[in-house]
Nanobody, 115 residues
Protein backbone atom coordinates (compact mmCIF):
# COMPACT_ATOMS: atom_id res chain seq x y z
CA UNK A 1 0.00 0.00 0.00
CA UNK A 2 1.41 3.35 -1.06
CA UNK A 3 1.53 6.06 1.55
CA UNK A 4 2.72 9.65 1.06
CA UNK A 5 2.87 11.73 4.23
CA UNK A 6 3.44 15.46 3.96
CA UNK A 7 4.63 17.66 6.82
CA UNK A 8 6.21 21.02 7.53
CA UNK A 9 3.43 23.43 6.71
CA UNK A 10 2.32 26.31 8.89
CA UNK A 11 1.60 30.00 9.14
CA UNK A 12 4.32 32.33 7.93
CA UNK A 13 4.55 36.02 7.15
CA UNK A 14 5.13 37.25 3.60
CA UNK A 15 8.80 36.95 2.75
CA UNK A 16 9.28 34.05 5.12
CA UNK A 17 10.39 30.48 4.48
CA UNK A 18 9.16 26.96 5.09
CA UNK A 19 10.53 23.52 4.30
CA UNK A 20 8.07 20.79 3.43
CA UNK A 21 8.82 17.08 3.61
CA UNK A 22 7.09 14.09 2.08
CA UNK A 23 7.89 10.60 3.27
CA UNK A 24 6.98 7.82 0.87
CA UNK A 25 6.41 4.13 1.46
CA UNK A 26 5.08 1.32 -0.66
CA UNK A 27 6.67 2.51 -3.91
CA UNK A 28 10.11 2.14 -5.46
CA UNK A 29 10.82 5.73 -4.64
CA UNK A 30 14.18 6.04 -6.34
CA UNK A 31 12.87 5.37 -9.85
CA UNK A 32 9.89 7.70 -9.67
CA UNK A 33 9.66 11.31 -10.73
CA UNK A 34 8.25 13.06 -7.68
CA UNK A 35 6.26 16.25 -7.64
CA UNK A 36 4.86 18.83 -5.28
CA UNK A 37 1.36 20.02 -6.00
CA UNK A 38 -0.81 22.61 -4.32
CA UNK A 39 -4.47 23.48 -4.16
CA UNK A 40 -5.66 26.90 -3.09
CA UNK A 41 -9.26 27.52 -1.98
CA UNK A 42 -11.58 27.57 -4.96
CA UNK A 43 -8.86 26.58 -7.40
CA UNK A 44 -7.76 23.38 -9.10
CA UNK A 45 -4.76 21.47 -7.89
CA UNK A 46 -1.59 22.53 -9.72
CA UNK A 47 1.90 21.13 -10.10
CA UNK A 48 4.54 23.49 -8.72
CA UNK A 49 7.80 21.50 -8.82
CA UNK A 50 9.06 18.10 -9.85
CA UNK A 51 12.29 16.17 -9.72
CA UNK A 52 13.35 13.25 -11.87
CA UNK A 53 15.02 10.16 -10.49
CA UNK A 54 18.36 11.45 -11.69
CA UNK A 55 17.91 14.77 -9.93
CA UNK A 56 16.85 17.10 -12.75
CA UNK A 57 14.40 19.66 -11.40
CA UNK A 58 11.64 21.73 -12.94
CA UNK A 59 9.38 24.46 -11.61
CA UNK A 60 6.21 26.26 -12.44
CA UNK A 61 6.83 29.85 -13.44
CA UNK A 62 4.98 31.10 -10.37
CA UNK A 63 7.57 29.61 -7.99
CA UNK A 64 10.74 29.61 -10.09
CA UNK A 65 13.62 31.23 -8.21
CA UNK A 66 11.85 30.96 -4.85
CA UNK A 67 11.20 27.24 -4.36
CA UNK A 68 13.70 24.39 -4.46
CA UNK A 69 12.74 20.73 -4.73
CA UNK A 70 15.14 18.01 -3.60
CA UNK A 71 15.07 14.34 -2.79
CA UNK A 72 16.85 11.84 -0.58
CA UNK A 73 16.42 8.39 -2.09
CA UNK A 74 17.99 6.73 0.95
CA UNK A 75 15.21 8.16 3.09
CA UNK A 76 12.42 7.87 0.49
CA UNK A 77 11.74 11.54 1.06
CA UNK A 78 11.18 14.54 -1.16
CA UNK A 79 11.49 18.12 0.10
CA UNK A 80 10.30 21.54 -0.94
CA UNK A 81 12.22 24.54 0.34
CA UNK A 82 10.03 27.60 -0.04
CA UNK A 83 11.57 31.06 0.29
CA UNK A 84 10.23 34.56 -0.27
CA UNK A 85 6.73 33.30 0.33
CA UNK A 86 3.80 35.34 -0.93
CA UNK A 87 0.14 35.37 0.12
CA UNK A 88 -0.72 33.71 -3.20
CA UNK A 89 1.34 30.70 -2.14
CA UNK A 90 -1.33 29.92 0.45
CA UNK A 91 -2.63 26.43 -0.29
CA UNK A 92 -2.64 22.83 0.80
CA UNK A 93 0.55 21.23 -0.51
CA UNK A 94 0.69 17.60 -1.60
CA UNK A 95 3.35 15.33 -3.00
CA UNK A 96 2.74 12.61 -5.56
CA UNK A 97 4.45 10.98 -8.46
CA UNK A 98 4.53 12.79 -11.76
CA UNK A 99 2.35 12.07 -13.56
CA UNK A 100 0.28 11.75 -10.44
CA UNK A 101 -1.53 8.63 -9.39
CA UNK A 102 -4.92 9.51 -7.93
CA UNK A 103 -4.63 6.62 -5.48
CA UNK A 104 -1.61 8.20 -3.85
CA UNK A 105 -2.97 11.53 -2.62
CA UNK A 106 -2.34 12.05 1.07
CA UNK A 107 -3.75 14.59 3.48
CA UNK A 108 -1.41 17.34 2.42
CA UNK A 109 0.05 20.07 4.59
CA UNK A 110 -1.45 23.53 4.92
CA UNK A 111 0.71 26.55 4.10
CA UNK A 112 -0.70 29.94 5.00
CA UNK A 113 1.16 33.12 4.12
CA UNK A 114 -0.30 36.09 5.94
CA UNK A 115 0.70 39.04 8.05
Amino acid sequence: QVQLVESGGGLVEPGGSLRLSCAASGIIFSINTMGWYRQAPGKERELVAWIFSGGTRNYADSVKGRFTISRDNAKNTVYLQMNSLKPEDTAVYYCNTRPYDARYWGQGTQVTVSS
